[in-house]
């Protein structure tokens, strides 16, 4: 089973920025889409922010995040981020990294954008934007 564990979340100010990471291992990294979803509290469902294709050719953004976060993966670190600007006190959430790693024969262009699509998931990280 992969192993993914997100780092980089914090208290931050309105307009402010946080980079987050997340390390996946005990598998194949190159092969796996990547997506970052979020949970705000309140009891609200877990929402796709960011998710980049396996290749990591493709990208697609959340609208309410797009031009304001950037999502990248490099393959020799076995990573991924979500570089997060112009913060939001909305954009407050546990921010959760998952790792699509079902073996279909699939585009390696394709994102993710639904929970169901995605298979091992971290424990979450804190993200909390003060206006």
């Known amino acids: 089973q992969v192993q993914v564990v997100e780092s980089g979340g914090g208290l931050v100010q309105a307009g402010g920025s946080l980079r987050l990471s997340c390390a996946a291992s005990?598998?194949?990294?190159?092969?796996?889409?990547m997506g970052w979803f979020r949970q705000a509290p309140g009891g609200k469902e877990r929402e796709f922010v960011a998710?980049?294709?396996?290749?990591?050719?493709?990208?697609y953004y959340l609208v309410s995040v797009k031009g304001r976060f950037a999502i990248s993966k490099d393959n020799a670190k076995n990573t991924v981020y979500l570089q997060m600007n112009s913060l939001k006190p909305e954009d407050t959430a546990v921010y959760y990294c998952?790792?699509?790693?079902?073996?279909?024969?699939?585009?390696?262009?394709?994102?993710?954008?639904?929970?169901?699509?995605?298979?091992?998931w971290g424990q979450g990280t804190q993200v909390t934007v003060s206006s």
């Open positions: 005990g598998g194949t990294f190159s092969s796996y889409a």
């Open positions: 998710g980049i294709s396996r290749s990591g050719g493709s990208t």
């Open positions: 998952a790792a699509r790693t079902r073996r279909t024969y699939i585009s390696p262009d394709n994102v993710y954008t639904r929970v169901s699509e995605y298979d091992d």
